[in-house]
């Protein structure tokens, strides 16, 4: 899990600042310039999309994700991890059908030979192919913790 999130975190930072410079870029041609980029739209949508997707699968591999603390304070240590569970496994099931949904429809997309991108004629797949590679990504680390938490209750059960 180190590895993966050591890679996932360059990743993120080097979009995050290529998102930086584009805009930046892009703002002073619009507004010192004169002379607008039109392009510049088009990857943030495109790296913004890759930007989410590799940071939520960060964020739950950190375990930085939101908790609701206040009602999962009030329960019982048991409940508590009954509850996680549950929660842990729906969103497990509903990752590999989002990761299967989307592989499915990215060769209906490329078919189609639409494009969302005018400037740079970018595909619609490429737009779609982070979905599915961030589900993977946050799918990793949740299935992990899951796993790691039956093995911790399994022992102090026995």
């Known amino acids: 899990m180190d590895f993966l999130v050591k890679v996932e975190s360059a990743a993120c930072m080097a979009m995050m600042a290529f998102l930086i410079l584009m805009n930046g870029m892009g703002i002073f041609n619009r507004y010192v310039l004169n002379r607008p980029v039109l392009w510049v739209h088009e990857l943030t949508i495109l790296i913004g999309t890759w930007l989410f997707y590799v940071g939520m699968g960060l964020l739950y591999a950190r375990k930085e994700d939101i908790a609701l603390d206040l009602?999962?304070?009030?329960?019982?240590?048991?409940?508590?991890?009954?509850?996680?569970?549950?929660?842990?496994?729906?969103?497990?099931?509903?990752?590999?059908?989002?990761t299967f949904e989307t592989y499915k429809l990215i060769p209906f997309v490329s078919m189609s030979g639409s494009m969302l991108s005018f400037s740079l004629g970018i595909k619609d797949v490429y737009y779609y192919i982070p979905v599915g590679i961030g589900a993977i990504l946050i799918f990793i680390p949740v299935f992990y913790q899951t796993l790691i938490e039956l093995g911790t209750r399994h022992q102090q059960g026995s």
């Open 71 to 98: 009602f999962v304070g009030k329960m019982s240590p048991k409940m508590r991890w009954f509850t996680q569970q549950v929660i842990q496994w729906l969103i497990l099931v509903f990752l590999v059908i989002l």
